[in-house]
């Protein structure tokens, strides 16, 4: 089992910045995939950025060179560094961790909302 807890949303303007993090009850060594999932108004969820136990990662083609991932194991959190904001990225941000014991098992957040303003 593996609890999420997201924080860091809130109101920014266009071009601003947020960081979201997203703590884990467990330690993220054994987690083996970790990633941020969006939900505007309206919109199904989509795959935002995703990160690996090894450090691999991949991001949506939106948000590439303006969102970057990352995980501190230290502090069993996986983080989403948000530059140069746009209105479209407005959405309920989901943390989501993955792991592959015997079983693929999902583990979802309840959600942080990031609206961006213009």
């Known amino acids: 089992q593996v609890q999420l807890v997201e924080s860091g949303g809130g109101l920014v303007q266009a071009g601003e910045s947020l960081r979201l993090s997203c703590a884990a009850s467990r330690s993220i060594d054994s987690i083996d995939v970790m990633g941020w999932y969006r939900q505007a108004p309206g919109k199904q969820r989509e795959l935002v950025a995703t990160i690996t136990s090894r450090g691999s990662t991949y991001y949506t083609s939106s948000v590439k060179g303006r969102f970057t991932i990352s995980r501190d194991n230290a502090k069993n959190t996986v983080n989403l560094q948000m530059n140069s904001l746009k209105p479209e990225d407005t959405a309920v941000y989901y943390c989501?961790?993955?792991?592959?014991?015997?079983?693929?098992?999902?583990?979802w957040g309840q959600g942080t909302q990031v609206t961006v303003s213009s």
């Open positions: 989501k961790a993955v792991t592959i014991e015997g079983r693929t098992n999902d583990y």
